[in-house]
């Protein structure tokens, strides 16, 4: 069973490496830690397999579920986490602002860069930078800094309320009463 599920797991990340420039002993790896964790996961729920398909096609699905968490979460622990000029030229188009209003938020642009270097902690500008910016999953930055995911929740919670705070005290943001 364990060679069909590899054969199926080189497969797909083979399939999914391209675009991650991911290939070798590395792709061989993920290939077969796919494999085993999904024969894992097959062995301990092989009782609740309904026939509805043939029984490859159903333990094919816990390959490939496996091989896209891997390739994901390695490309993650591989990928830097950047803090520049370009990253702020793409935040506009990643929450959707048009070009013509791209323009007239530049200020505001402005003002959260500012607010992110004066007000925030190292640590938190590189959660919020990780999360807002470059859209890291949450899952992996917690493993990258040897924190919980709550602790993750919580330094972006802050970081989004001190953000907040100074871009209020500048004028950008109306003043919220909280009832």
């Known amino acids: 069973m364990y ?3 590899l054969r199926a797991a080189k497969a797909e990340a083979r399939r999914r490496s391209a675009r991650l420039r991911l290939a070798g002993p590395e792709l061989d790896d993920i290939a077969h830690q796919a494999a085993a964790d999904a024969l894992l ?6 009782e ?3 026939g509805d398909c043939k029984f490859t096609t159903w333990a094919y699905k816990f390959v490939i579920f496996d091989v896209a968490a891997k390739v994901n979460r390695h490309f993650w622990q591989r990928a830097g986490v950047a803090f520049d000029d370009e ?9 959707g602002i048009e070009p013509e209003a791209q323009a ?9 860069r500012r ?7 190292a640590k938190r500008r590189l959660v919020f930078v990780a999360l807002a910016l470059n859209g890291m ?27 907040r705070t100074a871009l209020v005290d500048a004028g950008f943001l109306p003043e919220q009463k909280i009832a």
């Open 3 to 5: 060679d069909v599920l």
């Open 137 to 163: 999953p949450t899952d992996v930055l917690a493993d990258q800094l040897g924190a919980t995911q709550n602790a993750i929740y919580k330094m972006m919670f802050d970081a989004r309320r001190k953000l």
């Open 41 to 46: 996961a097959i062995s301990g729920k092989v």
């Open 87 to 95: 990253d702020w030229e793409r935040l506009p188009a990643r929450i």
């Open 104 to 112: 007239e938020s530049r200020d505001l642009m402005n003002a959260v």
């Open 48 to 50: 609740t397999f309904r």
């Open 115 to 121: 607010a992110v270097d004066e007000k925030l902690t």
